[in-house]
């Protein structure tokens, strides 16, 4: 892969993983979640961050509908274990632009969140969030 295509992926798909943790964090912070105290979110630093964000782009890239990618924070220097999986669902193809469910799943301290944001992309562009 070219490197300008696998930059602009990258930074796609840390959109769209940093877009769906930025949009519950500030989603619980408007409507005083207090909940949503010790969930996954809470325990995430850049470094996992950039894990999630590394496996919902090769999971959007390489995986079919209902294909789990585990992911995890091993090695990223945070002391709480976070793990889970990315898994994409019901591509729809219209001419050449794609787009894909994407479920992000990240479980640490027995807790578990969901995100699953749509992500579309025209020919070999990069992956780009969808107002839901």
Not at 1 to 29: E, N
Not at 50 to 78: H, I, P
Request: glycine share 6%.
């Amino acid at each position: 892969m070219p490197l300008k295509l696998r930059t602009l992926t990258r930074v796609s798909a840390q959109s769209i993983a940093a877009f769906a943790l930025i949009a519950a964090s500030v989603a619980a912070s408007a409507a005083n979640l207090g909940f949503l105290n010790d969930t996954p979110l809470t325990y995430m630093k850049q470094r996992d961050l950039q894990a999630l964000n590394s496996a919902a782009r090769t999971a959007l890239e390489t995986k079919e509908d209902g294909q789990s990618l585990e992911w995890s924070n091993q090695g990223a220097g945070n002391p709480v274990p976070i793990k889970g999986t990315v898994t994409p669902l019901d591509t729809v193809k219209d001419g050449d632009r794609t787009c894909r469910k994407i479920t992000l799943v990240a479980i640490a301290k027995g807790q578990t969140q969901t995100w699953t944001p749509t992500a579309c992309k025209t020919g070999s562009g990069k992956w780009q969030l969808q107002k839901q």
